[in-house]
Each structure stands twice: as structure tokens, then as C-alpha cells.
């Protein structure tokens, strides 16, 4: 008796494969990586350099043999070298933040979901509590209050998204928790710190990862929001949403300034959204069965 095999578990499993969209995300995650590590080697000028005679040059502009890829801006920065280090700084920004709202949120989840109880209605009550409240709105206020400094600024982008992985942990670790191969271990008498690193967390572990690309954008447009707005990076620093909000009022006689910066906003995004769909889709755990 042969088992059958269901026509429709290949189709689904080749859909997951590396459509060429997704490769070029990865490839252009890959090289906004390396642009963020090697900032200092590939950027021709440092990022504050500025040159007054040369203010306002077009892209492909020459300047006494130094051409100025992406032009220069109001202060005759090249805007090229900017870019570099603007991208370095917001891509650091936003894996700090995410990394932090991630540990944070993870964490809360455990908790709630092992101890359950009082520890577990106080813990979904500030889950509730920070989804009803904008992270924008939030952060607007905290910058308001405690002034602006680079630790505030990396604590509040870090506040966006903590409550998703919260929720998120919780209701993994209740599900495995039921699960027999929990009920062996405790019934071995593992303590419930093992249990939780050596069995729980490993096997929740590609969701959380897939949750942090899903949240990744939303971390980069946070961050450009408040810079673009003042209230983050703060000049002689440089980051995209600082580049965005300076450029904005030159648009119609320098677009360069601010439309190189905005570009690449767009497609550091773009490109983790859709390299999250599919890693999501990757680690569906229905996919594959009937």
C-alpha cells in the first residue's frame, strides 16, 4: 500500500523559493549592511566636511577633480559621503532598538506565560495599554519631557513593537507548554530555566526572528520621523531622516538633498518588508500538511 502524496505540497514549497525579487532584497540588505560596516573606507569625504564655494552642485558635478557623485548640499557637503554615514547611523539605530524591544518583549512573554495569574493580567495590561497608545505620539512626548539625548533616542524607538512580541511569545510558550515533550522534561524534573532555554525559546525562536523583520521598517520610519522632525539625530550628527528634514527646504532648487536620502528609505524598507513576508511564509509551520 503506497502512501499518497499530496499534488498541491510542491507547488506550495516551490512558492517559497527565492523569487528573484526576493534575492535582490537580500542583496540589497547585504550591501546596506556593508555600507554601515565600512562607512569610513567608502565614503570619500567625512560626513561634515564642508566647502562653501562648492554649495549647491548638481550630482556628477566635478570640483577641482573631486566629483561629487550625489552633488553636494547647502553647506557644500558631499552629499554622497552623508549618505553613507546617515545610513550607518540609522541602520545601527534601528537594530538597537529592535534588538532591545525584542529582548524586552520576549522577556514579558515568558514571564506571562509561566508564572500566568496576577504577573500575567499586569504584564497584557501594559500590552493593551502601549497598542493603544501611537509610538509616535509617545515618543513625541517622552523628547518633550526629558529633553533629547542619544540613549533617550534609542530607548524610545525601542518602544515601538515591544508589545507584539509580547503577545507573540505568550502565546507560543502557553501552546508548546502543552506540548509532550515539555510535559517529559518538567517530569524529569528540569528546572524551569533549562526548560525554557533549552527547549522553549529554540523552538519559538524562527517566529521571533521573523516577527523582528516585520517590525524592522516600522523601527526605520520611526527613527526618520523624529530625525525629520528634529527631534532625533541632532546636527554635527547625520542619519536618513536628518538628511530627509534638512533637504525638504531646498526641494525646488537642490531636489538632490533630500531626494537621494528619501530613496533610500524607501528601498531599505521596501526590502526588509518583503524579505520578512518571506520569511515568514518560509517558517509557516502549515505549510506543507493538509
Known amino acids: 500500500m503506497t502512501a499518497s502524496i499530496d499534488p498541491a505540497v510542491p507547488q506550495r514549497r516551490a512558492g517559497l523559493a527565492m523569487s528573484p525579487v526576493i534575492m535582490a532584497s537580500a542583496g540589497f540588505l547585504v550591501l546596506m549592511i556593508l555600507v554601515a560596516v565600512f562607512a569610513d573606507q567608502l565614503a570619500p569625504l567625512h560626513y561634515t566636511t564642508q566647502n562653501l564655494v562648492a554649495r549647491f552642485r548638481p550630482p556628477l558635478s566635478a570640483d577641482g577633480g573631486m566629483t561629487h557623485l550625489l552633488g553636494t548640499d547647502h553647506l557644500g ?9 546617515a545610513t550607518r547611523s540609522s541602520i545601527l539605530i534601528a537594530v538597537l532598538g ?3 524591544g525584542a529582548v524586552v518583549g520576549t522577556l514579558l512573554g515568558f514571564v ?28 513625541l512626548t517622552m523628547l518633550a519631557f526629558f529633553g533629547n539625548s542619544l540613549v533617550l533616542f534609542v530607548i524610545l524607538v525601542s518602544i515601538d513593537g515591544w508589545d507584539r512580541y509580547t503577545r507573540l511569545a505568550r502565546g507560543l510558550v502557553v501552546s508548546e507548554q502543552k506540548s509532550d515533550y515539555i510535559n517529559a522534561v518538567e517530569a524529569l524534573g528540569a528546572r524551569s530555566g533549562r526548560v525554557i532555554l533549552r527547549h522553549l525559546l529554540p523552538n519559538i525562536a524562527a517566529s521571533l526572528v521573523v516577527q523582528a523583520t516585520l517590525n524592522f521598517p516600522g523601527t526605520i520610519l520611526l527613527e526618520t520621523s523624529l530625525s525629520f522632525l528634529g527631534l532625533g539625530v541632532q546636527p554635527p550628527g547625520t542619519s536618513l531622516g536628518l538628511m530627509l528634514g534638512e533637504g525638504r527646504r531646498y526641494l525646488l532648487n537642490a531636489w538632490w538633498i533630500a531626494v537621494f536620502p528619501g530613496i533610500a528609505i524607501f528601498l531599505t524598507t521596501l526590502a526588509i518588508s518583503l524579505f520578512g513576508d518571506w520569511l515568514r511564509d518560509r517558517f509557516d509551520p502549515t505549510l506543507g500538511r493538509r
Not at 114 to 131: E, T, W, Y
Open 98 to 100: 529592535t534588538l532591545i
Open 112 to 139: 506571562a506565560a509561566r508564572f500566568r495569574g496576577l504577573a500575567d493580567q499586569l504584564i497584557m495590561m501594559l500590552v493593551d495599554a502601549q497598542a493603544a497608545v501611537p509610538a509616535l505620539l509617545l515618543a
Open 77 to 85: 557637503r558631499d552629499v554622497f559621503s552623508r549618505l553613507i554615514y
